[in-house]
């Protein structure tokens, strides 16, 4: 049971470059989560879905893109890379919603992400 | 901006010693969750205590909670090497599906 995957493990961009990374969870969640972490300010929500076809903006959504076309994949764009967005980003998925009771995030190992 | 912030940022002790880090928030809110952070993985998720519970444990680990002041506390008993690692707050508040983070407590445990 491979949990949370995520493709690639780094990357490195030149400014204007556009990349997809790929969330794969083969638990059967309902929610998915995209967040990046930066040091010193822990993580920040991105976007996230709450299921198949259906995205919404996080806390940062702005120079992202997601796409929930199938459960079990959640992909994060960039349209045009910035150095602002080197980051770590990290995938997370969950049975149901925060709004239930005794709910927990399940995370990737994370893509490390450097924009030139 | 951030709902929890950890205290101390940073902190170094021997191995088989207690370990407490604390963390405050800002707004009222459902349930606050602690997870731990390897150096280079992702986040795994240690306990979690709804806002109308005062204090849980599991194993080695003792989670409090006071509303009242918004803050929590993690204790980690007889510490080991393998606890080395990134220790996260996070809360979520009523009707709203974003989990927030706080900044992190870097735990270092001596042998």
């Known amino acids: 049971n491979a949990g949370v995957t995520q493709t690639p493990k780094f990357r490195v961009l030149k400014t204007g470059q556009s990349m997809t990374l790929l969330c794969a969870q083969d638990?059967?969640?309902?929610?998915m989560y995209w967040y990046r972490q930066d040091p010193g300010m822990g993580l920040r929500l991105i976007h996230y879905?709450?299921?198949?076809?259906?995205?919404a903006k996080g806390e940062v959504p702005d120079g992202y893109n997601v796409s929930r076309l199938k459960k079990q994949n959640f992909l994060l764009g960039l349209e045009s890379a910035a150095p602002s967005q080197t980051s770590v980003y990290f995938c997370?998925?969950?049975?149901?919603?925060?709004?239930?009771?005794?709910?927990?995030?399940?995370f990737g190992s994370g893509t490390q992400l450097s924009v030139l | 901006s951030q709902q929890g912030e950890e205290d101390p940022q940073a902190l170094s002790i021997q191995e088989g010693e207690n370990a407490t880090m604390n963390c405050s928030y800002k707004?009222?809110?459902?349930?606050l969750q602690w997870y731990r952070q390897n150096s280079g993985r992702g986040l795994v998720h240690l306990i979690l205590i709804r806002s109308n519970e005062r204090e849980k444990h599991s194993g080695r680990l003792r989670v409090t909670l006071d509303t009242s002041k918004k803050s929590s506390s993690l204790l980690i008993t007889a510490s080991r090497a393998a606890d080395t690692a990134s220790y996260f707050c996070a809360t979520d508040v009523f009707g709203n599906e974003k989990l927030t983070f706080g900044t992190g407590t870097r735990l270092t445990i001596i042998p």
């Open positions: 638990m059967n969640h309902e929610y």
């Open positions: 997370a998925s969950s049975q149901t919603g925060l709004a239930a009771t005794n709910e927990k995030l399940f």
């Open positions: 879905s709450v299921g198949e076809g259906t995205t």
């Open positions: 707004t009222s809110i459902n349930n």
